[in-house]
């Protein structure tokens, strides 16, 4: 592991949360209280997680320590986070808001990993869908493209990370797809907001 490209771990991570921020506050008006719990939460989740993760790889690049249960607890929490956020913009698109309070219970966290990787991909799916379906309805085409190219970064990066990752070229590899990827999620998220998301009416 080394330090370049554990800083560098950093950057989906803060892509990922200006995007996360500008999302919650541009769709507030269109959510209700419990799709938009849903969402916050798991947007909330996902970033803390990445946080999580970046900071183990810090730590073990710099020799203070191997903080395993940052790493440990990256899988459970981002695939719990996809998972909420994706079922608050399900929610969003096809339940009319009513101001009627959703409850989901978070899987409970154990070793096995094919609920993860089933929450994962269903969030991711919920998410990124959703958002095309909404750039599509602002008929802007283009962002629709982004977030398709985007979701498809996601995919190859869930892909990726069931390769051999102590390989340094397959982690440059992944820490770049990842970038790409959520490089064009926070292009995507800003282009609908310069495009009035804050003011949509579904």
């Known amino acids: 592991m080394s330090l370049p ?9 803060i892509l990922f949360l200006m995007a996360a921020m500008t999302l919650l506050h541009d769709l507030y008006h269109l959510m209700s209280k419990g799709a938009f719990a849903l969402l916050s939460a798991g947007l909330i989740i996902i970033s803390v997680a990445g946080f999580f993760k970046a900071t183990w790889k810090l730590l073990y690049a ?12 990256f899988f459970p929490m981002q695939s719990t986070g996809f998972l909420l956020s994706g079922l608050g913009m399900i929610a969003l698109m096809f339940f009319r808001q009513k101001n009627t309070a959703y409850v989901a219970a978070a899987p409970a966290v154990f070793k096995g990993t094919m609920i993860f990787v089933t929450c994962t991909v269903l969030g991711t799916l919920g998410i990124w869908v959703s958002l095309a379906a909404i750039a599509k309805k602002m008929k802007k085409n283009n962002v629709m493209v982004i977030f398709i190219v985007s979701f498809v970064c996601m995919l190859a990066m869930g892909y990726l990370s069931s390769k051999d990752f102590s390989s340094p070229l397959m982690n440059w590899i992944g820490e770049g797809v990842n970038v790409a990827g959520l490089s064009l999620f926070l292009i995507g998220v800003r282009s609908l907001h310069d495009s009035g998301l804050e003011t949509l009416t579904l």
């Open 5 to 13: 490209m554990a800083i560098v771990d950093f950057i989906p991570v």
């Open 62 to 73: 710099l020799n203070i320590c191997d903080f395993a249960a940052l790493n440990s607890a």
